[in-house]
T-cell receptor
Framework: KAGVTQTPRYLIKTRGQQVTLSCSPISGHRSVSWYQQTPGQGLQFLFEYFSETQRNKGNFPGRFSGRQFSNSRSEMNVSTLELGDSALYLC??????????FGSGTRLTVV | QKEVEQNSGPLSVPEGAIASLNCTYSDRGSQSFFWYRQYSGKSPELIMS????GDKEDGRFTAQLNKASQYVSLLIRDSQPSDSATYLC?????????FGAGTRLTVKP
């Protein structure tokens, strides 16, 4: 069965721009979580969606937002990009409280 | 703040030895615990889950959980060079999965 699909794989943006990342979960998985991974901070939780509702949110500024569609696909948006937003953004899907399956990630570089 | 702490390593063991990875967590409400393996340049993959106190074995891997001490560990027996990766510990509570920073393991032939 298909895994978690994230697009695009790589992005280069300039400071001040905005970006939208996409995640398609495993078929049947209704929970989608987003994480930011950097060498210094590890995996930092951004938010979690279930059936189009944000159930949980991490400690990120309001520039980071997301949404989930009725088909469980999710998007994450970052506005007014800063250099510090350069990171690997990972999406994960899950069934209930089982462990997560991660996508390959989107590597964002802000210049 | 829901923290998951791991020794960052690097941890180096010879091939065939037992690698021991440790993790502590601060959220006493955490219900489920997981170990993920992440190879360089790849995304994390789930290798073990544990939900109740005690040991859980899966092949060469054994996860141990002690909720009273808020402690989780992973033992890798007969370590192989292919086990060289970063191992992430995670604790789950109420729709929130928190990860440690990971321990880098190197298995030397």
């Amino acid at each position: 069965k298909a895994g978690v699909t994230q697009t695009p794989r790589y992005l280069i943006k300039t400071r001040g721009q905005q970006v939208t990342l996409s995640c398609s979960p495993i078929s049947g998985h209704r929970s989608v979580s987003w994480y930011q991974q950097t060498p210094g901070q590890g995996l930092q939780f951004l938010f979690e969606y279930f059936s189009e509702t944000q159930r949980n949110k991490g400690n990120f500024p309001g520039r980071f937002s997301g949404r989930q569609f009725s088909n469980s696909r999710s998007e994450m948006n970052v506005s007014t990009l800063e250099l510090g937003d350069s990171a690997l953004y990972l999406c994960a899907s899950s069934l209930a409280r089982d462990g997560y399956t991660f996508g390959s990630g989107t590597r964002l570089t802000v210049v | 703040q829901k923290e998951v702490e791991q020794n960052s390593g690097p941890l180096s063991v010879p091939e065939g030895a037992i690698a021991s990875l440790n993790c502590t967590y601060s959220d006493r409400g955490s219900q489920s615990f997981f170990w993920y393996r992440q190879y360089s340049g790849k995304s994390p993959e789930l290798i073990m889950s544990i939900y109740s106190n005690g040991d859980k074995e899966d092949g060469r891997f054994t996860a141990q959980l002690n909720k009273a001490s808020q402690y989780v560990s992973l033992l890798i027996r007969d370590s192989q060079p292919s086990d060289s990766a970063t191992y992430l510990c995670a604790a789950y509570n109420n729709n929130d999965m928190r990860f440690g920073a990971g321990t880098r393991l190197t298995v030397k032939p």
